[in-house]
């Protein structure tokens, strides 16, 4: 207690106390020495407060300095506080960034996947298609694969009476070249012989008036007559032979034009875009390496013909006007 607590506290006693005052004046020395006592108390308990006081200024100052660290230390806090804030904003817009940018990755997945599923049902719908498709496609696969061997077998045919042709044909050629030296080297044999006639004729027709005919200048006009039909039989045996060897030509390029055309057209008979229509892809490969195998043989084909008439009698392929 306080020096001042305690004398306010004996004064409000001697006011409400009035007995105990005439006691105290009653019994002087016994007041003094309690004084004494008091005053002493009063004393020892300043003394306590100065030190309780020196204590609590000391943790006064110790609270204060401890104050100005906590304030430096919440100024420091606070600064990191608005770093953490400015960071957490930008992250948080970066987050916000990402996060719009995963939602359109997203959303386009979405409208992909969509795509895709809808396209995977296409798929579906077209595979149970070409499954119940699948046997008949079978069966026109196999039908293609016979026409196909007949066409090699025709080929063949068309091959093998190409080449009887090819022999007949230069047979005839052969033949015609040998009756065309033959009938060349007569001609020249004729000529020469109507040339020397016709001058032995003149000859004759100038001495005729200095002497009479023999029998061999009466026989010269027959020998001449018939060394004309011999000439004229000769020239038309050398014609029809090569009408002959122009209709035998003609006659192997028709056949072999036709041949051809009957290849295309077998192997068109029915329209490509239908056959192709329903095809798998590998059936499509298949297919289509089957058609090039069949175009490869016709153009090797044409080019073999083609190749043989060039070597063999290129006036064919010559226009002609008769």
């Given at each position: 207690?306080?020096?001042t607590?305690?004398?306010?506290?004996?004064?409000?006693?001697?006011r409400?106390?009035?007995?105990?005052?005439?006691?105290?004046?009653?019994?002087?020395?016994?007041?003094?020495?309690?004084?004494?006592?008091?005053?002493?108390f009063?004393?020892?308990?300043?003394?306590?407060?100065?030190?309780?006081?020196?204590?609590?200024?000391?943790?006064?100052?110790?609270?204060?300095?401890?104050?100005?660290h906590?304030?430096?230390?919440?100024?420091?806090?606070?600064?990191?506080?608005?770093?953490?804030?400015?960071?957490?904003?930008e992250?948080?817009?970066?987050?916000?960034k990402?996060?719009?940018?995963?939602l359109?990755?997203?959303?386009?997945?979405?409208?992909?996947?969509?795509?895709?599923?809808?396209?995977?049902?296409r798929?579906?719908?077209?595979?149970?298609?070409l499954?119940?498709?699948?046997?008949?496609?079978?069966?026109e696969?196999?039908?293609?694969?016979?026409?196909?061997?007949?066409?090699?077998?025709?080929?063949?045919?068309?091959?093998?009476?190409?080449?009887?042709?090819?022999?007949?044909?230069?047979?005839?050629?052969?033949?015609?070249?040998?009756?065309?030296?033959?009938?060349?080297?007569?001609l020249?044999?004729?000529?020469?012989?109507?040339?020397?006639?016709?001058?032995?004729?003149?000859d004759?027709?100038?001495?005729?008036s200095?002497?009479?005919?023999?029998?061999s200048?009466?026989?010269?006009?027959?020998r001449?007559?018939?060394?004309?039909?011999?000439?004229?039989?000769?020239?038309?045996?050398?014609?029809?032979?090569?009408?002959?060897?122009?209709?035998?030509?003609?006659?192997l390029?028709?056949?072999?034009i036709n041949?051809?055309?009957?290849?295309?057209?077998?192997?068109?008979?029915?329209?490509?875009?239908?056959?192709?229509?329903?095809?798998?892809?590998?059936?499509?490969?298949?297919?289509l390496?089957?058609v090039?195998i069949?175009?490869?043989?016709?153009?090797s084909?044409?080019?073999?013909?083609?190749?043989?008439?060039?070597?063999?009698?290129?006036?064919?392929?010559?226009?002609?006007?008769?």
């Amino acid at each position: 207690m306080s020096a001042t607590h305690n004398a306010s506290h004996l004064k409000n006693r001697s006011r409400t106390e009035p007995g105990d005052e005439i006691h105290i004046l009653d019994d002087t020395d016994g007041n003094f020495q309690t004084l004494i006592e008091r005053v002493r108390f009063l004393e020892e308990k300043l003394i306590q407060i100065s030190v309780e006081k020196k204590s609590l200024e000391t943790c006064h100052s110790k609270l204060k300095d401890d104050n100005h660290h906590l304030m430096e230390s919440i100024y420091s806090l606070e600064e990191q506080l608005t770093d953490v804030e400015v960071k957490s904003k930008e992250t948080l817009a970066e987050e916000k960034k990402k996060f719009k940018h995963m939602l359109s990755r997203a959303e386009s997945e979405k409208t992909e996947q969509m795509y895709i599923s809808q396209r995977l049902q296409r798929i579906e719908k077209e595979y149970e298609q070409l499954k119940l498709e699948n046997p008949k496609l079978r069966l026109e696969i196999d039908k293609l694969r016979d026409e196909k061997l007949d066409l090699q077998d025709k080929l063949a045919d068309t091959q093998a009476d190409y080449n009887t042709l090819h022999s007949e044909h230069e047979e005839l050629k052969q033949k015609f070249e040998k009756e065309r030296q033959c009938t060349g080297t007569l001609l020249d044999e004729l000529g020469k012989e109507l040339e020397e006639l016709h001058k032995y004729k003149i000859d004759q027709e100038l001495n005729q008036s200095h002497r009479p005919r023999n029998n061999s200048m009466a026989d010269l006009p027959g020998r001449y007559q018939a060394f004309n039909s011999e000439v004229n039989r000769l020239k038309e045996e050398n014609k029809q032979l090569q009408d002959m060897n122009e209709d035998l030509n003609a006659q192997l390029l028709t056949r072999c034009i036709n041949e051809g055309k009957t290849l295309v057209n077998d192997t068109k008979e029915k329209s490509l875009a239908t056959e192709l229509e329903h095809l798998t892809k590998e059936e499509l490969m298949a297919r289509l390496q089957e058609v090039e195998i069949v175009n490869i043989n016709f153009k090797s084909y044409v080019d073999k013909i083609i190749l043989t008439i060039l070597e063999k009698n290129p006036s064919l392929l010559e226009i002609r006007n008769r």
